[in-house]
Nanobody, 126 residues
Framework: QVQLVESGGGLVQAGGSLRLSCAAS????????MSWHRQAPGKQRELVAV???????MYEDSVKGRFTISRDNAKNTVYLQMNSLKPEDTAVYYC????????????????????WGQGTQVTVSS
C-alpha cells in the first residue's frame, strides 16, 4: 500500500557532505511527522531528526548545526542534508513517516500508521 524509498547514501571523506532523500508513495491521504533514524553496527537505532508537516524540526544533539531536515509536502518527500560529516556518522540511515492512508473507495480516509524505508548506507572515512 505504501512505500518509502531512500536514496543518496554513499561513501564520503570526513568533512564532506551528503544529501539523503526519502519519497513516500502509495495510497496516502496525509503525512504527519517525517523523520530520519540511523543504526550503526552493534548499536541501537537512534532518532537523528524529525520534521512536522508544518516544518517544525528537532535534532539529536550530535548532529545539531551539521544536519538539516526538510520536506516537500507536495512530493511526500523528506530530505536530510548532512554537512561536516564525521566517521561516527557512519550508519544505515532510515526514514520514517507517520501517515494516514487514503480511502479505499469513496469513503473516509483510512487509518494512521507508521512506515519505514529500507535504509541507505552512509560511510564516512577518516
Amino acid at each position: 500500500q505504501v512505500q518509502l524509498v531512500e536514496s543518496g547514501g554513499g561513501l564520503v571523506q570526513a568533512g564532506g557532505s551528503l544529501r539523503l532523500s526519502c519519497a513516500a508513495s502509495g495510497r496516502i491521504f496525509t503525512i504527519n511527522n517525517m523523520s530520519w533514524h540511523r543504526q550503526a553496527p552493534g548499536k541501537q537505532r537512534e532518532l537523528v531528526a524529525v520534521i512536522s508537516r508544518g516544518g517544525s524540526t528537532m535534532y539529536e544533539d550530535s548532529v545539531k548545526g551539521r544536519f538539516t531536515i526538510s520536506r516537500d509536502n507536495a512530493k511526500n518527500t523528506v530530505y536530510l542534508q548532512m554537512n561536516s560529516l564525521k566517521p561516527e556518522d557512519t550508519a544505515v540511515y532510515y526514514c520514517n513517516a507517520n501517515l494516514q492512508l487514503g480511502p479505499p473507495g469513496n469513503g473516509p480516509p483510512g487509518s494512521w500508521s507508521t512506515y519505514w524505508g529500507q535504509g541507505t548506507q552512509v560511510t564516512v572515512s577518516s
